[in-house]
């Protein structure tokens, strides 16, 4: 299974960055091989609007299954939800322990949005 | 004549200054309160409402069945408004600038245009002010189109003042549009400096004829009075720090009932400024 996890780092250790649209960069880990690749979405730092619709977009073109954030907005879930990706929000504070919390069983599926856009 | 009313920085006076102005007018004149995020002009003239009519864009809606997710349309669009996934188009009207790209281009006619409401003009009249104000649904981003809707309302053979939004953008650029003459308002502060030369390089890109108006001007400094020295840019009005006027602004009153002298200030400068500016109208 492909996991999107979102950051402002490089490896597994680095923080959780708690916001989807916003986030500098997807880590992409591949829960079978183990392996991870970074993806960058640097591009909705400065967008006014619609940084979670094209975030969101990132994601899917990874082939991710999972998002696990802080916090998602309307407009990012409603597009992930239609690409079947499934959203998991976290408070852990780096990439690895939010990757050992869904493996763990304990992050539970949002079923909608936990904040209002422009949240931040 | 049209007069805009500009600020660059918000919660300068833009509102204060264009109530005064409209108020100090003695003849007919529109006032268009263009700020459409939190328009407040209303608050102080107290209009009788008159009509009020729902502003519509077009909005691309996909049909389902007849799409196939070719990309296309969201490959065109600028804003993502319409992005494709999950086997089909998806639209986020608020997003969307009604440009009607995604409807030419979609291959097999899948994307139709309809009504998206983003907001309403209200019209009111008080004593001699005919007042028009828009005011943008919450939620929604696209102020522009509600803009022009308000402007629609602009009247050659009077006086017409734009009040503003703040800020440099589309926005503000919208409501200068076509207009004779812009008043700038600022304060005498280090913010107000910065976000004043922000909109004087604006007026400059525009070609568009401005001049200052200093509100509060003996709260802060002297930095903007030099600033204007320098550049050679007109320095209108200085409308002092007072009391009375604080007083009578959160009663709901304007600075011409709130100062008199104000009043015959603010009637001497649109005077002025009709005579270069509006060819005597």
Redesign the interface.
Known sequence: MIIAITTSGNELSAPLDRRFGRAPKFLVYNSETKEFSLKDNTQNLNA???AG??A??NV?ETGAKVVITGHCGP?AF??LS???IAIYNTEATTVQEAISLLEEGKLVEAVQADVEGHWV | MQIAVASGKGGTGKTTVSVGLAQAYDAPVIYLDCDVEEPNGAIFLKPERKFHTDVNVRVPQVDKDNCVACGKCSELCQ???I?T??GAA?V?P??CHSCGGCVQICPVGAISETDNCIGSVNCGSSSQITALEGVLNIGH?MAPPLIKAVKKHVHKDVLNIIDCPPGTSCPLLESVKGSDFVILVTEPTPFGLHDLKLSVETMRELQLPFGIIINRSDSGDDRVVNYCKDEGIPLLLEIPESRKIAEAYSRGETVVQADSRLKDNLEGLLTDLIETYGGGK
């Open positions: 006014p609007q619609g619709i094209q969101a977009q899917a407009k409603r597009v239609s690409a079947n | 804003f993502n408004a992005i996934m999950g998806m986020f608020e997003m981003a």
